[in-house]
């Protein structure tokens, strides 16, 4: 059910950008709640103070051990390259299994914060609006284009969609770059004679991002994996978390120094 509209003052605007991106959303949502409890159908600066005054003294209630960021996705992206709603609920169970929460209490001294959670995030496609890249493990949509026999009229509509440059058309039909390519779709798409057709189709996965005083950018593994691949990939993350995080320590931290993520393919 689509959720009801509710005006912010400009002042409340302002004053929510200032607050950390990782809490933010949940700050702005759990605002909104409490106004809307009250019958209130806007959010006065004074209302977000106030909001925000309380999640900070239960902060540590809020923590779950885990956090799963999600693009726009079927709500209405129009640049879908996979369906992820389906790997998501699969996520989320794997998730919710390895009991983070109790595990975080065991082994962070102090209260529990929003960064101690082990973040993964899932997009459908390269455009990557959920920032898989700088998650714990990141997850993106692929769909790989191949040439297929039919005959290519020449009209370059894929070399026009395609904006990293990764297709070209000579006299025999589209060439694809392998290396420029990032799988989006887009070209077979824009493909009117079906030349260019789906061919592997998967998500590929990135592990070890993180921001912070000492940012960095996940690594990829090579391939594309299914929906069951890439659970098995997140077991074996979170076992190799749970084996080495002996203070709360960040996934990326933990990962840093290994030469090789080829450990974690399923």
């Known amino acids: 059910m689509k959720r009801a509209f509710m005006k912010w003052s400009e002042e409340a605007e302002e004053a929510i950008k200032r607050v950390p991106f990782f809490v933010r959303k949940r700050v702005r949502a759990r605002v909104e709640e409490e106004i809307k409890r009250e019958g209130k159908k806007s959010v006065s600066l004074g209302d977000l103070r106030e909001a925000q005054r309380r999640f900070l003294s239960g902060m540590s209630d809020e923590v779950k051990g885990y956090r799963i960021e999600t693009c726009f996705g079927s709500a209405g992206c129009p640049n879908r390259a996979m369906d992820s709603e389906e790997l998501t609920e699969k996520v989320e169970t794997c998730l919710q299994r390895a009991e983070l929460r109790k595990l975080l209490e065991e082994r962070v001294p102090g209260t529990l914060k929003p960064h101690h959670e082990f973040r993964v995030a ?19 949509g692929a769909c790989e284009p191949t040439v297929t026999g039919e005959s290519c009229s020449g009209c370059g509509s894929c070399v026009e969609t395609c904006i990293e440059g990764a297709v070209v058309v000579k006299e025999q039909g589209p060439l694809i770059d392998g290396e420029r390519c990032l799988r989006c779709g887009t070209c077979i798409e824009a493909c009117p004679t079906a030349t260019l057709a789906a061919g592997s189709k998967g998500f590929r996965v990135l592990l070890g991002g993180k921001l912070g005083r000492h940012p960095r950018l996940a690594r990829e593994m090579d391939g594309l994996f299914t929906d069951q691949e890439v659970v098995k990939i997140l077991e074996r993350c979170l076992d190799f978390y749970r084996e080495r995080s002996l203070h709360g320590e960040r996934f990326a931290e933990i990962l840093k120094d290994a030469e090789s993520i080829d450990m974690f393919m399923p």
């Open 122 to 140: 899932v997009a459908d496609c390269p455009n990557a609006c959920s920032q898989p890249q700088i998650r714990d493990v990141g997850i993106i």
